[in-house]
């Protein structure tokens, strides 16, 4: 590791003024980055990582303001800088990468003119050498045909294009600091494994420092050097990277940690969970702020924050239990954890059921016309979802995963007739669902529910949590007036929350809290299958753990079957019992969950799971780096529609499109090699 510190971040305090009063943000946040060291910051939503990131680039809203501390880069105090004088640093010698690149991009303007822009402001270019360094900018960062891509405008690249862009303007003056803000959060694994690998690349050939802000743990322990734990503005734990997943000193740390599920993890077991969640900034606890959700609180924890103690080794923990002179106060605690009850390891015991067909789809598809012209002609279509077959049984979980535009959300509206079908069969029980309308359509509604990604979007925010449950209730006539309160507020319970908060408005709710209310919403109508549309995607692996805990109780208490479409594998690897693979709008392997992460046949399916990204540094994968982007559905390729990015390609994938054909019993591949 390189010694020589660029930037240093010094006992920081970022307050916002709000309409309650003046309220901390972060609080005494320290630490350091040397030159070609990437550090990464971590901790659940509302922690302060990004308020740090933006306090560093002094891009914070009006409301917020430095109050104390130091941002010293090279020995110059960023904090003190006026804000024509941190313009000149900003972008140029400390740069960010944030994580939304559609809304971070002007629509207006050409990508090329976006990065020209940049280089107006820090160098004195003429335009033909501009031209020439976008060119090499856009070259460097992998985008293809780059003479012609910078004239394109945002909506028309992919969002693994959109975030190449976005590092290329944040590389365009080649600044010493790089600060990327949950840079892959939203990107499909391969996408992920892509953007990953070119910021080593990067860093490995202009020597910049990496400041990493996520929640991601797996992209933590593959990329940084060290690691900064940050809990409701403060940091709790500091250390280099295989200590702190080897041996975790702060319980924070440790649980956050123990939460994610893995490929390893065992799927009839339930995952660890921190209870509770991060407190707000305007209601602090005393004490440690951690001590309402840890396991080891004593009476010490909730009187006394503690300090920030050496461990050593450039090793910080913020616990008590670090603490040699306090250690006293948690033997009782200690030797209680070190018991585990008998019901918690059999909470959830795989039960032997005789297979029920509860879903059947044949030939589904559904085509888009892209109709131009005066008389709104068709000139193609986009074949969105081309002709796919699965089976899905009574209690079962069936994964369905792939990259951004393969179809896997379209099926899940196609299911629920929420688009309408181009061709195929839904079967349920039997039933054409195909064929259904109007009064016939919302009975068989009733049975299936879907949960969406975003539950604040998907919650109507002027109606309370009562009227939100209550409203499927009323719709299908199952209950009104005194009987649809009381069966809201079971169901408010059955999912983890109090019936006392039927009152509320969705704003009331943390992020989990809100995902609770959609699933309580979506069994309303105690539904036979319930479509989980990246349900999870935008939680934090804490909340995520609480979740998916909770959609497994649930289905073992209400025999509840569950079609889960997610690009997070490891998710789908302990949620699901089987898994489709879809690619292009077609299936191209479907087998057991267990099967599949083991022995992966089909080159598509190797790929997503040799990308996904894994929570231990000590372990280093061979990645199978897919080149290129998902190709346009509207002018799919022939033959097999993977072969364009395919390394194992022969002269028949260009031309024969392979059909999906069993290879052992439950394990079925669309593939040439077998």
């Known amino acids: 590791m390189v010694n020589n510190t660029i930037l240093k971040v010094d006992k920081l305090r970022t307050v916002f003024q709000t309409r309650h009063g003046v309220i901390d943000a972060i609080n005494g946040v320290s630490f350091s980055i040397s030159k070609g060291e990437t550090i990464a910051i971590v901790g659940e939503s509302g922690s302060g990582k990004s308020v740090t990131a933006l306090s560093i680039m002094k ?5 917020g303001q430095i109050t104390e501390g130091k941002i010293l880069y090279n020995d110059l105090n960023l904090a003190e800088l006026s804000d024509e004088e941190i313009r000149r640093i900003r972008g140029k010698q400390i740069a960010m990468v944030f994580q939304d690149p559609l809304t971070c991009l ?19 270019l003429s335009p033909a050498d501009a031209r020439e360094r976008v060119l090499e900018l856009l070259n460097l960062v992998g985008i293809p045909d780059a003479g012609s891509r910078m004239n394109s405008y945002p909506h028309e690249l992919s969002g693994g294009q959109r975030q190449r862009v976005m590092i290329a303007i944040a590389l365009a003056c080649r600044p010493n600091v790089l600060i990327a803000d949950e840079p892959t959060t939203a990107l499909d694994v391969t996408v992920q494994a892509q953007i990953l690998e070119l910021l080593k690349k990067l860093q490995a050939e202009f020597g910049t420092s990496i400041i990493l802000v996520t929640h991601d743990l797996g992209v933590v322990a593959e990329m940084a050097d060290r690691v900064i734990v940050v809990y409701a503005g403060t940091v709790v734990e500091q250390g280099e990277v295989r200590e702190i997943f080897a041996k975790p000193e702060h319980p924070y740390t440790d649980a956050l940690i123990k939460s994610i599920p893995r490929a390893e993890t065992d799927r009839n077991q339930p995952l660890q969970i921190i209870k509770g969640s991060v407190p707000n900034l305007h209601e602090m606890p005393s004490g440690c702020r951690f001590h309402p959700r840890c396991q080891y609180a004593t009476d010490l924890c909730k009187q006394e924050e503690p300090a920030f103690i050496d461990l050593g080794n450039e090793r910080f923990s913020r616990c008590w239990m670090n603490d040699p002179e306090k250690k006293d106060h948690f033997i009782d605690v200690l030797q209680a954890d070190a018991v585990v009850p008998a019901e918690a390891e059999a909470a959830n015991a795989p039960m032997e059921k005789e297979k029920q067909l509860l879903l059947k789809v044949e030939g589904l598809k559904k085509h888009f016309p892209i109709k131009k012209g005066l008389f709104s002609r068709t000139v193609a279509n986009v074949k969105a979802v081309d002709g796919i077959n699965f089976e899905i049984f009574k209690g079962e979980t069936l994964g369905l995963v792939g990259e951004s535009g393969c179809g896997k959300s379209t099926t899940g509206r196609l299911l629920l007739k929420l688009l309408d079908i ?26 299936m529910q879907i949960v969406f990604q975003d539950p604040y979007s998907s919650l109507n925010p002027r109606m309370t949590i009562e009227d939100i449950i209550g409203e499927p209730l009323e719709i299908h006539q199952i209950a009104t007036g005194r009987e649809k309160s009381i069966r809201a507020g079971q169901l408010l319970e059955m999912v983890g929350l109090s019936s006392g908060d039927l009152y509320k408005f969705p704003h009331q709710f943390s992020g989990g809290q809100r995902q609770r209310i959609g699933i309580a919403r979506a069994l309303a109508t105690e539904p036979e299958l319930l479509i989980c549309d990246e349900a999870v995607s935008a939680l934090d692996v804490s909340v995520q753990a609480q979740i998916l805990n909770l959609l497994k109780k649930l289905q073992k208490d209400l025999g509840l079957s569950y079609l889960f479409i997610s690009h997070d594998l490891n998710v789908v690897k302990y949620i699901a019992d089987r898994i489709c693979v879809m690619y292009l709008g077609k299936i191209v392997e479907v087998a057991d969950s267990e099967d599949l992460f083991n022995h992966p046949k089909h080159p598509y399916s190797r790929a997503l799971i040799s990308s996904i990204p894994v929570p231990d540094p000590t372990l280093k994968r061979d990645r199978i780096i897919l080149e290129g982007d998902v190709p346009n559905p509207a002018n799919p390729p022939s033959g097999c529609s993977f072969h364009t990015r395919c390394s194992f390609a022969k002269e028949i994938c260009k031309t024969d499109a392979p059909p999906l054909k069993e290879l052992t019993i439950g394990h079925n591949v669309a593939c040439h090699l077998f």
């Open 422 to 447: 181009s061709e195929g069969e839904v079967l349920f029980d039997g039933n054409n669902l195909a064929s259904y309308k109007g009064n016939q359509l919302k009975e068989q509604r009733k049975k």
């Open 106 to 124: 002007d629509p207006l303007y050409t990508i090329g003119d976006q990065i020209v822009e940049v280089l107006k402001i820090h160098e004195d």
């Open 59 to 63: 891009l914070l809203e009006s409301t």
